[in-house]
């Protein structure tokens, strides 16, 4: 039986995410008589942070939400990201003099960008943005686990995101309007031949559109991962949507949540290895510190 405070404390969130991500921000920033955004940078700036206080309702209480930059060991960066999800227990404090912070992608779990009205061009820029994000998951060679899925270290104990979708990076997009026809989009057209199959979005959420996901035909299920693996085979799934309707105008608002806890739940968290990001420290003799330590 659903639980009735669970879901009043939802819907109130829900309410407050709707309102102040559409209604309250274009009152705060938009000038209706010039028909224009006022500082646009702070117009995107007040639906990132409204985007992260709806999350932080819905994501374990052991991850930490923030905006900033990603990093490896293998001295890649990538651009500013919008949404970050990570685990702050393991995660140091690694920011520039300006207070821009960097995070290890060991301790990320997830990563989102928001945007107002999305044409196709620019919903191709925001995902190809985000495969690269995905990517530098790929990169990371240990496998010392802070979180990981009973379930997952069960079948596969090995950290691998090659086949392991709860060891890749979650990836999703959230936005006010799609700018095109949803019904006539094929998902293969908004990534180029070379993207890999795994590294495509999990998740696009359209406050006025729908939920896009796939479709698991096993069970009759709508999964938020674009791969599969059932018994050493990768299944790719089918493309899903879920629409608002008159019944229920908040569905897929509802399916967003439930899908953003799986996923953060139970996605993988790795301790980063330090010596990694710092590289050969030199030498010493016994009893002394090395130089490049002083």
Same mark, same amino acid.
């Given at each position: ?22 209604? $309250? ?13 006022? *500082? ?5 700036? !007040? ?80 995902? *190809?943005?985000? $495969? ?33 979708? !709860? ?24 990534? $180029?031949?070379? $993207?890999?199959?795994?590294?495509? *979005? ?11 996901? !796939? !479709? ?35 569905? *897929? ?42």
């Amino acid at each position: 039986m659903p639980s009735t405070v669970f879901n009043e404390l939802l819907n109130e969130q829900i309410e407050i995410f709707r309102n102040s991500f559409s209604s $309250v921000s274009r009152a705060t920033f938009y000038d209706e008589q010039e028909g224009k955004l006022i *500082h646009a940078g702070e117009f995107g700036m !007040y639906r990132e942070a409204v985007c992260r206080d709806f999350l932080r309702f819905l994501i374990p209480g052991r991850l930490a939400l923030s905006q900033g930059f990603l990093i490896n060991s293998h001295d890649e960066v990538s651009t500013q990201c919008d949404i970050i999800v990570y685990d702050s227990q393991s995660t140091p404090l690694i920011q520039s003099e300006d207070r821009q912070r960097f995070f290890p992608v060991e301790t990320v779990c997830a990563v989102g960008e928001v945007k107002s009205n999305v044409s196709k061009t620019n919903l191709k820029e925001a995902l *190809h943005k985000l $495969v690269n994000v995905k990517r530098m998951r790929d990169q990371v060679s240990a496998s010392n686990p802070v979180v990981r899925s009973e379930q997952q270290g069960r079948y596969r104990p090995e950290y691998n995101p090659e086949v392991n979708m !709860y060891d890749q990076l979650i990836t999703f997009l959230i936005c006010e309007k799609l700018d095109f026809d949803l019904d006539g989009v094929i998902m293969d057209e908004l990534y $180029v031949s070379d $993207v890999l199959r795994r590294h495509r *979005h999990n998740l696009i959420f359209s406050l006025q559109d729908g939920l896009l996901i !796939y !479709y698991y035909p096993v069970g009759d299920m709508a999964l938020p991962w674009p791969v599969m693996q059932v018994r050493q085979t990768n299944i790719e799934l089918n493309n899903y949507i879920i629409v608002p309707t008159q019944e229920s105008t908040l569905a *897929h608002l509802r399916f967003f949540a439930t899908y953003i806890f799986m996923v953060t739940s139970v996605a993988t968290i790795l301790f980063p290895e330090m010596t990694d990001y710092i590289g050969p420290m030199g030498g010493g003799r016994k009893g002394e510190i090395p130089r490049n330590l002083l």
